[in-house]
């Protein structure tokens, strides 16, 4: 098997990802090419297949891959046909034979990427289809078809959609405002704090008319974003029609760099309650500011945090590393391994608790996944927080993001990872301390099975050893606290009830694992 250059690789490479969140439009990248060019295809090909060779946490053969995404091009245009009879691989025109082609070794990725890209060339000779589909359109289909041999959370993104991914995780030049067409113009729905859009005096409601003078008349959002957003340090002039001014507003609005927000915070009394929508690289230092921020609004009446991981798809894993840190100040946050020998990644924290060791409650739901599971199920081993809600979703993979030579990205799994106590999240997700679904009808039904000692749920139970492939125990195992898709009231009023009442919230707080007597089977997790 070809040797891995490892760091050659990684430069490539973006961050190590949970999920994906927030759509945003940013790029420097080179204007895109004109045109099919095989040249252009097979290095684009062969880039692609040696990466899933060398990454996926599975071993692959390119072969099958290869095949599969040329047998793709039947989307484009159904009367193509490429199957393997015997060495060769055979092209076909509705089921008349068209080519031929010897079929390189089975990992030859070089090889592959090369008939790839000669496959497509002969057959857009013979389909008027093909032939005036973009580069991108057949780059994508080809893709979709290899990574459909894979699993769910590998993809592939095109030039397009790879720049508004990065920008999403890494930030763009832009005003700091999320926006709506509407009959009458672009709907500020609302001003990011601490943006270009609030500090020059943009407000929610308000009317964009004109951009640099001309009308957003006819133009989609994507156009309306991209005028928007620009470079650092320059300026977009805007036209706006404000409710309570009889005449427009032109407004000057300098860009800076943008990345999304995701922590947002507010008082429930004397509780602070934030909200993590998902992870970028700016989610701890936000959430770090929003802990202070509650620390001093409150003052000594603070009786405790709220961290809300519900709906949070996840994100960028060091961020979910970093954000545990905040309130874990030693012990394993999370683990990750993988078929690659890099992939076997531990952290632990290290780090002072931001929070001064406040009471704290997590609320996950079925929406809650991957970076959310870690901060969820670190927090809970940890005997750190009380885990309120239901089942979370059980993506328990990591995916790096690796970019192609086409400025696109290959999103793909290589790891799998593990909860401080040693269970592997994959399919299973995490198990709440306090559940909030099933034969419960009300948030007082919750308190006396607490007060009952039926609640919480047995920290055995969570860790318990199953093989992740087995549906039958993933099943068994979740029924013990049914997935919830939808936010639920009950989740936050548990929370409330538990942080107002002292010697409730210690019955429901589970103490941390043994974890010095937790071993993890390394060929397991790499497999499975």
């Known amino acids: ?119 497509i060339s002969a057959s857009r000779y013979h389909s008027d289809d093909l032939d005036t589909a973009e580069p991108e359109q057949l780059y994508e289909v080809v893709f979709d078809g290899v990574l459909g041999e894979l699993d769910s959370f590998s993809r592939y993104a095109g030039r397009e959609a790879a720049r508004e991914n990065r920008a999403s995780r890494d930030g763009f030049g832009g005003i700091g405002i999320r926006i709506r067409l509407i009959e009458e113009g672009v709907l500020v729905l609302s001003v990011m704090e601490n943006t270009p859009a609030e500090k020059a005096g943009l407000t929610s409601d308000d009317v964009i008319t004109l951009i640099d003078g001309s009308s957003v008349d006819g133009l989609s959002q994507r156009e309306v974003v991209r005028r928007l957003r620009g470079p650092v340090r320059t300026k977009v002039n805007l036209t706006v029609d404000r409710e309570a001014n009889d005449s427009p507003l032109a407004i000057a609005v300098t860009r800076s760099h943008i990345v999304p927000q995701t922590v947002s915070y507010r008082r429930e009394g004397n509780l602070a309650y934030i909200r993590l929508s998902g992870f970028n690289q700016r989610t701890t230092d936000t959430l770090k500011q929003k802990v202070k921020l509650a620390q001093n609004e409150i003052g000594d ?49 290290s780090n002072d608790d931001v929070s001064k060791g406040s009471p704290m409650v997590v609320l996950v739901d079925g929406a809650s996944a991957s970076a959310a599971e870690i901060v969820a199920a670190a927090l809970q081993d940890s005997g750190r927080a009380v885990v309120v809600g239901s089942s979370s979703y059980g993506k328990g993979t990591v995916q790096t993001v690796l970019r192609l030579p086409n400025q696109g990205e290959l999103t793909l799994t290589w790891a799998r990872f593990h909860a401080p106590s040693g269970y592997a999240l994959h399919r299973r997700g995490v198990l709440p301390d306090i559940c909030t679904t099933g034969e419960v009808n009300s948030v007082e039904d919750v308190l006396s099975l607490i007060r009952t000692g039926a609640l919480p749920l047995a920290g055995d139970l969570r860790r318990r050893d199953i093989d992740t492939n087995d549906d039958q125990a993933i099943e068994s195992l979740r029924a013990n606290c049914p997935m919830r898709d939808e936010e639920a009231e009950i989740d936050l009023q548990v929370a409330t009830r538990l942080l107002h009442d002292p010697g409730l919230f210690a019955r429901a707080l589970q103490g941390p694992p043994d974890t010095a007597e937790v071993s993890i089977d390394l060929r397991a997790a790499s497999g499975g």
Not at 53 to 73: H, K, P, T
Not at 92 to 107: E, I, K
Request: proline share 5%.
């Open 1 to 119: 098997m070809k040797v891995l250059d490892v760091r050659g690789l990684l430069r490539r490479a973006g961050p190590l990802c949970l999920a994906f969140l927030m759509v945003a439009c940013a790029s420097q990248d080179s204007a895109p090419p004109l045109g099919y060019d095989e040249a252009r295809a097979e290095r684009l090909f062969s880039t692609g297949y040696q990466d899933v060779s060398d990454i996926f946490i599975e071993e692959v053969s390119v072969s099958q891959l290869a095949i599969a995404g040329m047998g793709s091009l039947a989307s484009i245009d159904p009367a193509i046909g490429v199957e393997q009879d015997g060495d060769l691989l055979r092209v076909s025109v509705d089921g008349a034979a068209m080519a031929s082609y010897p079929m390189p070794d089975p990992n030859d990725a070089k090889g592959w990427g090369a008939l790839t890209a000669a496959t």
């Open 301 to 349: 009446e603070l009786e405790g945090f709220i961290l809300d991981l519900r709906g949070n798809p996840g994100g960028l894993l060091d961020q979910a590393v970093e954000v545990s840190k905040l309130f874990i100040t030693q012990g394993r946050i999370v683990s990750t391994h993988g078929r690659h020998p890099d992939s076997h990644q531990y952290f632990s924290a």
